[in-house]
């Protein structure tokens, strides 16, 4: 019998949800592409999977064939796909950061939100005084 060999994140998540394979039957390298923060991130997208993923979180990170075989056993045998869910927070350049952060005399974090809820002229307005050049002041506005 072969051994098995998965190279990607991808190829993990079908044979911990659909093959189901044992954790015996993968070979000795290939659990150095096993990466459980991934399987983690990855299966705690699934709304109905969030409590198994929170629980699987309790092992040590290096015990690759634990995690493995609980999500193993958790998980129902089906095919599925589990979505990245990407965060919808937008957050501006770091260069417009610094500007808006030395105009406001504020953090980094509160010029993102000064951006936010800023428009573009008024972000130009805001260059103009604190004497950018008009070259950057356009390369940093097609950032936004």
Not at 24 to 29: A, C, I, M, V, W
Not at 81 to 108: A, D, G, H, M
Request: aromatic share 16%; with cysteine; proline share 3%.
């Amino acid at each position: 019998m072969s051994l098995l060999n998965p190279k990607n994140i991808f190829e993990w998540l079908e044979h911990l949800t659909y093959k189901k394979s044992s954790y015996n039957s993968f070979e000795e390298k290939s659990w150095e592409n096993f990466n459980a923060y991934m399987v983690h991130r990855f299966v705690s997208m699934y709304e109905g999977y969030i409590d198994i993923a929170n629980i699987a979180q309790r092992f040590h990170p290096t015990d690759k064939r634990g995690i493995y075989n609980f999500y193993c056993e958790m998980l129902p045998k089906k095919k599925m796909f589990l979505r990245y869910i990407k965060s919808k927070i937008k957050t501006s350049p770091k260069e417009v950061k610094q500007y808006i952060s030395n105009y406001y005399k504020c953090s980094l974090a509160e010029a993102n939100e000064y951006i936010i809820l800023l428009n573009k002229s008024d972000i130009k307005i805001i260059f103009d005084k604190l004497g950018v050049e008009i070259k950057e002041q356009k390369q940093l506005l097609k950032k936004l």
